[in-house]
Structure formats: C-alpha cells, structure tokens
C-alpha cells in the first residue's frame, strides 16, 4: 500500500482536441442540416419520422459529446464521439439516401462504411472511457481516504482496511506495532502564529512522517494534531525505533512560516497488537493511554504501553526542547 496517495494523472483531451471535435461535429451537422432543409416541404409520413429521428440523434449526439465534454473541460474518449457521429452519419445518410432516392448500391456501400468506422472507433472508445472511468473512481476513492491537509490517510481508510490488515498479519502471525503520535504544544503555534501557520507545521510533520515510513506501513491523520502509525510485521523495538525517528527528526526540524521559524516537539505511545486483543482499537486504546503517559512524563518522548513495560523503563526521551518554540 503506498503511503504517497494519488493516481496516475488522467490522460485526458487538450482543449485543441475539443475544439477541433467540436468543429467536425458542427461542420457535419450544418452539411447536413443544409441537406435536409432541401427536402422539405415533407410529403411523406417517413420522412417525417426521418426528421424526428434525425433531431433527437443531434439533441442527444450534441449534448453528450460536445456540450458535456466542453462544461466538463475534458472529452471522455474522442474514439467513442467519433464512433457516435460516424453512426449517426451513417444513418442520417440512409434517411437522405430514400429521401434523394440514390441508388442503393451507393449507400449501402457509404453507409456500411460510415458503420464500420463507427463500431471500430466506438470500441476503442468504450475501452478508453472504462479505463477513464476506473481512473477517475480510483482517484476519487484515494481522495475520499486521504486527509487533504496533509495526505495522510483519515479515519474512512482505517475503518476499510484495519480488519483486512490485521486478518492477514494474523494468518501469518506477524506482528504489528501501533504508534499514536501527538504534537507538543501544538496550541501555542496556532495562538501565537495563527492557524495558517499550524497548518504548515502538520504539513511538514507529515511529511516526516511519510520520510520515515516503509512502503507498507500506514500514516494516519488521526484527529487535528494526532497521528496514528501502523507498523505491519514490526515489533515493538522495530517500533520504538521508528518513533523515536521521528521525535527526533521533529526536535531537530525548523518549520518556517512567513518570517517565522517554528520549532516544537512531538510526543508518542506505542503498542504492539496481540493476537488476542478482539480489535485493533483495543491496541490502539493502550498506545493512546502510552501516549498520555508520554505527556505527563515531560513529553518528546515515546513510551511503550504499559502491557508491554509495565514499570515504563523502556520510555526514552530525547534531550531537545521540550516546550514549542516560536521565534
Ligand atoms: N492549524 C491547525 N490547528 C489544528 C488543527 N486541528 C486541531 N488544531 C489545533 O490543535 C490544538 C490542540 O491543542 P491541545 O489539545 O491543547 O494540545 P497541545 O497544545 O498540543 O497540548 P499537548 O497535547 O498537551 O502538548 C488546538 O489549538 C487546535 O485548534 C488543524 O487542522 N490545523
């Protein structure tokens, strides 16, 4: 599972190629049009049916492949646009075609290649626009998991994956460790810099994050200044290690806002999920209950839940500022 979040971009049309659909279309539907306007007055009952038939072909061709695809800024698959006006070509032409009274060799010989076209190219449109379309619910469900501020992923992925992740580790019974990060004074930054200023720092804090992280791990934006980490097929000294990072790193870092520098602490709690505990939100309750711990114990520091160090020996603290420092 990737912890970058974002699709492939879609190769969608330029607006060249829009316009210039948008142009062949209104081309053919006046060659057309001009066409039909020599034949009326209508005298016949079909041909009257062929002028219906020929409207709503327009109405429908024209709001769905130009109209749409213009308000919408993009085409979804020109080959399919271009099947549909060849198809409609071909049937408008065997509608002039008994209105002209051509030969019937010669339209059938127009029309079936008009036809032949249009299923080619509506194939090859159909093929691109599933792909569009799979792209497109791709990107929207990655948007729809992913914490915009930051990137992260939110509470929606969580409640998605958690179950299928800890089912797997389970079958393999490896384990994992959960880490519950929670930035240090985090208030003061927003009191003193403004809330844009606090945005930039969880920013940059999730971009430690994902510096520190393994492809298969999971980053979390939790709640406002919280992140939760999963480590699969870690255990807790492989966690701890990796807390500890990234308290450092945090310590060590200068944010910048404006002509600001911000500089501040990240404190965290760790747990490693027994194959016993029912739920993962059990493990995550004692990484919380670390966590607080970690708080009262002087912050910028990880320690481990109390299940797994029951004297809290193994916390560690790192000698960096202790309080958020702006300058
Ligand atoms: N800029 C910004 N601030 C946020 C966001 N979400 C929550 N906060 C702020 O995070 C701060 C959390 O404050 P507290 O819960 O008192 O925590 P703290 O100041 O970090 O104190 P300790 O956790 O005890 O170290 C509040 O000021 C919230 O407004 C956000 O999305 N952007």
Redesign the pocket.
């Known amino acids: 599972m990737p912890l970058i979040h974002g699709a492939e971009k879609n190769k969608g049309f330029s607006t060249l190629d829009t316009v210039a659909y948008a142009l062949v279309f209104l081309c053919f539907n006046g060659f057309l049009g001009w066409l039909f306007l020599q034949t009326l007055p209508i005298k016949q009952e079909f041909d009257f049916w062929l002028v219906g038939l020929y409207c709503i072909l327009s109405l429908v061709s024209y709001y769905y492949f130009v109209l749409n695809d213009l308000l919408a800024s993009q085409l979804k698959g020109r080959s399919m646009a271009l099947g549909f006006l060849f198809a409609h070509g071909a049937f408008t032409f065997i509608g002039y075609a008994q209105v002209f009274q051509m030969p019937e060799n010669m339209v059938w010989y127009i029309s079936g290649g008009l036809l032949v076209s249009a299923y080619v190219f509506g194939a090859y449109g159909a093929t691109r626009f599933s792909h569009y379309n799979s792209q497109t619910r791709e990107m929207m469900r990655l948007s729809s998991e992913t914490d915009e501020?930051t990137g992260l992923f939110n509470r929606r992925h969580y409640a998605r994956y958690s179950q299928q992740l800890i089912t797997s580790l389970q079958n393999k019974s490896k384990p994992l460790s959960v880490i519950m990060f929670?930035?240090?004074?985090?208030?003061?930054?927003?009191?003193n810099l403004?809330?844009?200023?606090?945005?930039?720092?969880?920013i940059e804090i999730g971009r430690i994050m994902l510096n520190n992280l393994r492809k298969s791990d999971y980053a979390y934006?939790w709640?406002?200044?919280e992140f939760l980490v999963l480590l699969p097929q870690a255990d807790l000294i492989a966690g701890e290690q990796v807390a500890n990072k990234i308290i450092a790193q945090v310590a060590a870092a200068t944010f910048h806002y404006h002509k600001h520098d911000i500089r501040l602490t990240i404190?965290a709690g760790l747990a490693e999920y027994s194959h016993q505990d029912d739920y993962l939100q059990q493990t995550i309750k004692r990484a919380d209950k670390a966590l607080y711990q970690a708080?009262q114990q002087g912050?910028n520091q990880a320690v481990l839940a109390s299940d797994e160090s029951p004297d809290m020996a193994l916390s560690s603290e790192i000698n960096k500022p202790t309080q958020?420092q702006t300058e």
């Open positions: 501020l929670d930035l240090d004074d985090f208030k003061q930054i927003n009191d403004g809330h844009a200023a606090g945005d930039v720092v969880l934006r709640g406002g200044e404190s708080k912050k958020a």
